[in-house]
């Protein structure tokens, strides 16, 4: 019983706890006036990092005029996109401010005023041939995740048109920014953007004139100030300052500093947007939902995972071999090898594997490249930590059963099969289980060449639907996977403990 009580205290406490930190943005804005604006770093021209190493942007200018007028100290918080809720409901910061949507999203924040219009365009490359977006049928589209291009093309708000103009792609393509974006339509990967128009602009300028945005705007948009739902008091203080700004030009002057001051709508009667609606599913639909969303990720995360280790494994044991070859050349060789791998990150070398063929030699790539990508960037990675496994293994072998097994007359080719293997299996299987279950959670950091697998499926998720629940829920599969995996593990692990 008295467990119980105790469970249900720390319970409740926790629940005050994150309520208010919910609310802290509020509270803290009178204790320390800093206003803490949440913006994609990677989303020029309304928030991006310039050539010296600060975070610039049109909508940053706006910001940095709210709080000079009001006395606050403004902190820029880059944060990751597809976790912008997360950041906004845990009170890390106390605001999205970043060419920020309204259309679709009027239920899930407390908005300022609508202070600029938007369109939604296809950008393709110049010698592509293509002009008109009816040229783009059986191609394949790039659009940011959660972004207002994918909601034009498939969200539930999308118009006939729309929807029967994506029905015509070969695939939409979500990457995790523009950048990554470019890069795939710069290698052939992808034939289309569907974008912001005034990124677009930004993006052709800064990359040169190979790029044409197309005449037909897909969509129309507004963008606001997102607040966490409810927080009237500091939106109604910032609304309240924009005006303020508009009135004695500051807000026309920002918007020509960008070339964007044909896009400014925000006027002195322009009405703030309120509305009490909410998820209209319940708890268990929400949950049937994102289970099935997630499950149609599982088999991606699966075949990274089967595939990774087919090859991975026997291709660690050769370089193992390598690694300790009486061969010097070889030996370095390989040595540098697993130097590089072990010392960079898998994303990067990700990155690499995909990008580099294009980058350094010119090559085009195909759709279906992305996933050979995967496959070669993680077998590649886990092969140089599965070879040291390996090595340190063999290397744990007692001489004298060499010279034993050559005085039995073994061949060194049957004295490392009969002999040495098994006994370096038993020995290394606790090793090699601990970089399996890492594999697992590594399948992840396939988003960073935008192929969809479960997390990626779950962020999106999560964006879309302005709740962390498909995270967690995420990491109960991975739990699940990683618990099955263990078990395997283990299972095979006492098989081969023939003798103690």
């Known amino acids: 019983m008295r467990f119980r009580r105790i469970t249900a205290f720390l319970v409740s406490a926790a629940l005050i706890v994150s309520a208010a930190a919910v609310f802290s943005s509020c509270s803290e804005k009178d204790e320390d006036n800093t206003f803490v604006v949440g913006f994609d770093a990677e989303f020029p021209p309304y928030g991006f990092k310039d050539d010296s190493g600060e975070y610039v942007g049109l909508d940053l200018d706006l910001a940095e005029a709210v709080c000079k007028k009001r006395g606050w100290k403004l902190e ?54 293509i002009t008109e977006v009816e040229q783009l049928a059986g191609k394949i589209v790039a659009v940011q995740a959660d972004s207002s291009g994918l909601a034009a093309l498939t969200g539930d708000d999308a118009t006939d048109e729309n929807k029967a103009l994506a029905e015509t792609f070969k695939e939409i393509q979500q990457v995790g920014d523009y950048n990554t974006a470019f890069l795939n339509l710069d290698s052939g990967v992808v034939d289309a953007i569907c974008m912001d128009i005034g990124v677009a602009k930004y993006e052709i300028h800064q990359r040169g004139g190979d790029y044409i945005v197309l005449d037909k ?131 990067l070398q990700l990155l690499l594997v995909f990008f580099g063929p ?55 080719r049957q004295t490392f099969f009969k002999i040495v293997f098994p006994q370096m299996m038993k020995n290394i299987i606790p090793s090699i289980t601990n970089e399996v279950i890492t594999l697992v959670k590594d399948t992840s950091l396939a988003f960073a060449i935008a192929y969809t697998e479960m997390f990626t499926i779950a962020k999106q998720v999560a964006a879309a639907e302005a709740t962390i629940m498909p995270i967690f829920i995420a990491g109960v599969f991975y739990y699940v996977f990683n618990f099955i995996v263990a078990a395997v593990m283990d299972h095979i692990e006492k098989k081969l403990n023939y003798f103690r």
């Open 76 to 129: 820029k918080r880059p944060i990751d996109w597809d976790s912008k809720d997360m950041e906004l409901k845990s009170g890390q910061i106390d605001c999205i401010w970043n060419g920020f949507t309204i259309n679709g999203r009027e239920n899930d924040y407390t908005w300022s005023a609508p202070y600029f219009d938007n369109a939604q365009v296809m950008v393709v490359k110049e010698d592509l041939g």
């Open 358 to 412: 294009n980058l350094i030699f010119g090559i085009k790539l195909s759709s279906d490249y992305r996933f050979y990508a995967v496959l070669i960037g993680f077998v590649l990675n886990y092969a140089a930590y599965f070879a040291e496994i390996y090595r340190s293994g063999i290397q744990a072998i007692p001489k004298g059963q060499h010279e034993a097994a050559e005085i039995l007359g073994y061949s060194s």
């Open 217 to 347: 705007h897909i969509s129309s948009e507004k963008y606001g100030i997102g607040f966490y739902k409810g927080n009237t008091e500091l939106r109604d203080q910032v609304q309240e300052t924009l005006i303020e700004l508009l009135e004695d030009g500051t807000i026309s002057d920002i918007a020509a500093k960008w070339d964007l001051a044909d896009a400014v709508c925000l006027t002195k009667d322009s009405k703030v947007i309120d509305s009490d609606e909410g998820s209209s599913k319940s708890f268990t639909e929400e949950l049937t939902y994102v289970c099935k969303e997630l499950l149609k990720g599982v088999g991606s995360s699966f075949a990274i995972f089967f595939f990774t280790l087919l090859f991975a494994l026997p291709l660690g044991l050769i370089i193992s071999f390598g690694r300790m070859s009486r061969f010097a050349p070889l030996r370095w060789i390989t040595k540098l090898y697993i130097s590089i791998v072990r010392g960079t990150p898998l994303m």
